[in-house]
């Protein structure tokens, strides 16, 4: 995205929503200081520097660069999932992270879809329940809650970054609000915004103990 596009959205974002922490992703390729300066400018309070991992080749010395041109800049350093933040609340100080896909975080347990399903590197087993945690479906539904995480891809709303098989909805035809208010009330959607897949049969006459078999024959909580 070109820059006074991404400037123009994220003034617009804070003005609408002044409590929200307001976040930017980036490889951190493009991330100069003037750069660096104008996302701050626009109300930004945290910059994820992602993509630090042996499958994306980083210009030798620019994580360096970058913790420098932050700390030039007073925006101070935390670890990904660093709890001392509030995800979803505006932050005092603005703060980043440098992380990527490694086995400590995210690639541990590789995710069942795309290439990692066709080449069989998917490392999900069946007792990693990662629908309870963030990116995952728990707290999906909870407004005003700051792990409340909803995956939009193009416009298709999903409750978890794996994708549901079935969406939540379509934000060009419908508002997000709506989309939530309709799923609130039934107990599949409500199970999974709980962390709980086990029980999403359960209103249907599924037991725990049906719900852990199909899990474990079809490897993951998320087949
Ligand atoms: S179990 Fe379903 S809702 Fe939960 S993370 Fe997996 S795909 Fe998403």
């Known amino acids: 995205m070109e820059l006074p596009l991404l400037l123009d959205l994220l003034r617009a974002g804070r003005a609408r929503y002044p409590h929200a922490r307001l976040a930017v992703q980036t490889n951190g390729n493009r991330l100069d200081g003037p750069t ?3 996302l701050l400018d626009a109300g930004v309070d945290y910059v994820s520097v992602a993509s630090y991992d042996r499958f ?3 210009p ?7 913790r420098a041109r932050f700390d030039a800049h007073g ?3 935390r ?3 660093d709890p001392g933040t ?3 609340a505006r932050q005092r100080i603005a703060d980043y992270s440098i992380w990527g896909t490694n086995p400590e975080l995210w690639v541990g347990e590789i995710w069942l879809r795309g290439r990692a399903m066709k080449h069989g590197l998917a490392r999900l087993l069946p007792e990693h329940n990662c629908c309870n945690r963030w990116s995952g479906a728990l707290g999906f539904l909870d407004d005003g809650s700051s792990m409340q995480e909803i995956a939009i891809q193009l416009t298709t709303a999903y409750p978890c970054c794996r994708g549901t098989v079935e969406p939540l909805g379509d934000v060009a035809a419908e508002p997000l609000a709506a989309i939530l208010d309709r799923h609130s009330a039934d107990p599949v959607w409500r199970a999974l915004n709980a962390g709980d897949p086990e029980a999403t049969g359960l209103a249907d006459g ?3 103990e ?3 078999r199909r899990i474990r024959e079809l490897g993951s909580v998320c087949l």
């Open 79 to 81: 670890s990904v999932g």
């Open 60 to 66: 030798a010395g620019q994580d360096d660069a970058l």
């Open 86 to 88: 509030s995800p979803g």
């Open 36 to 38: 660096l300066a104008a």
């Open 75 to 77: 925006v101070v350093e």
């Open 56 to 58: 994306h080749p980083q």
């Open 206 to 208: 599924f037991d725990r």
């Open 210 to 212: 049906h719900a852990r």
